[in-house]
T-cell receptor, first 113, second 114 residues
């Protein structure tokens, strides 16, 4: 079965630096991969979606890469701010038609001022 | 657009009672709604997928008789935890989808069974 690993449970960085989070998966390559932000006691909020035929996607200070050879996605936040502190989840589609997702455990990012 | 609400946000119930959680898509019609459960420091685990007017599809290991899902309309799905036990205490989150890709999540419901 498909497995997802977000290999850092926590990441602490200084304000202004670039945060880089990693998501690795096993088995089949998904048609698309998504990144979500989750704050404590809240539901996840969709950030970015990248398809298997896209290598990179950007949205403001966010950048996502997708390497189907390495079976890895990297999520970057440039010029990080304390307000970026949250848990970031990556999610892959099951491959079914309904868009079912499997989520990683998340990486808790803390940006220190 | 794409706002999803859940009610209640928190609920405490006694062991053996049933609890109903509502999930509504406020400004769009959801083709599919999903129910997840999340334990502390764990990933979201998909419990079931439901389409309006049809039976929910449950993930392996999720008891359909214990977690009753009703998808009455394109904007409302309910999850009823029947005969709740302390081990059912968790954070329950629903999501709604307009297409096969993006999911819009509700704020979650914290269930505590005493």
């Amino acid at each position: 079965s498909q497995k997802i690993e977000q290999n850092s449970e926590a990441l602490n960085i200084q304000e202004g630096k670039t945060a880089t989070l990693t998501c690795n998966y096993t088995n089949y390559s998904p048609a698309y991969l998504q990144w979500y932000r989750q704050d404590p006691g809240r539901g996840p909020v969709f950030l970015l979606l990248i398809r298997e035929n896209e290598k990179e996607k950007r949205k403001e200070r966010l950048k996502v890469t997708f390497d189907t050879t390495l079976k890895q996605s990297l999520f970057h936040i440039t010029a990080s701010q304390p307000a970026d502190s949250a848990t970031y989840l990556c999610a892959l589609d099951y491959g079914g038609s309904q868009g079912n997702l499997i989520f990683g455990k998340g990486t808790k990012l803390s940006v220190k001022p | 657009g794409a706002v999803v609400s859940q009610h209640p946000s928190r609920v405490i119930c006694k062991s053996g009672t049933s609890v109903k959680i509502e999930c509504r898509s406020l400004d769009f019609q959801a083709t599919t709604m999903f129910w997840y459960r999340q334990f502390p420091k764990k990933s979201l685990m998909l419990m079931a997928t439901s389409n309006e007017g049809s039976k929910a599809t449950y993930e392996q290991g999720v008891e359909k008789d214990k977690f009753l899902i009703n998808h009455a309309s394109l904007t409302l799905s309910t999850l009823t935890v029947t005969s709740a036990h302390p081990e059912d205490s968790s954070f329950y989150i629903c999501s709604a989808s307009k297409s096969s890709y993006e999911q819009y999540f509700g704020p979650g419901t914290r269930l505590t069974v005493t």
